[in-house]
């Protein structure tokens, strides 16, 4: 941490860069493909292109910020990642379409 600190960079963008996997840059690029696609063959507008970015940007930040909150949480109470990894595994069942869950996870989930 000290190395963090030594740097004349915010902090938490220093640790953020550290952990990124360059691997997920192929999986940033096949998303990309699905997603021009999606747009082409769903004929999208274009006042619905200009919100794209900015939504997917929100998701973006509120993913992250959620991240960072459960974490600072966990370094400060617990001391350990307890509550850090309760919390990415909660994000796991994002990844499925909401109709699979039975009507109590989806109150859960939407709440």
């Not at 998303?31 to 747009?39: C, D, N, P, Q, S």
């Not at 507008?45 to 991240?67: D, M, R, T």
């Not at 949480?73 to 909401?98: A, C, H, Q, R, W």
């Amino acid at each position: 941490l000290d190395s963090f600190l030594l740097k004349p960079v915010d902090v938490i963008f220093q640790i953020m860069a550290d952990s990124f996997d360059e691997d997920g840059i192929g999986d940033l690029i096949f998303g990309i493909i699905v997603l021009i696609i999606a747009i082409v063959r769903l004929k999208i507008v274009s006042i619905k292109l200009i919100f794209l970015p900015v939504l997917l940007l929100s998701g973006s930040l509120i993913y992250a910020s959620l991240g960072l909150i459960s974490s600072s949480i966990s370094f400060f109470t617990i001391g350990e990642t307890g509550l850090s990894n309760l919390v990415m595994d909660f994000f796991e069942f994002s990844k499925y379409p909401i109709t699979i869950y039975n009507d109590i996870l989806k109150i859960v989930f939407t709440v």
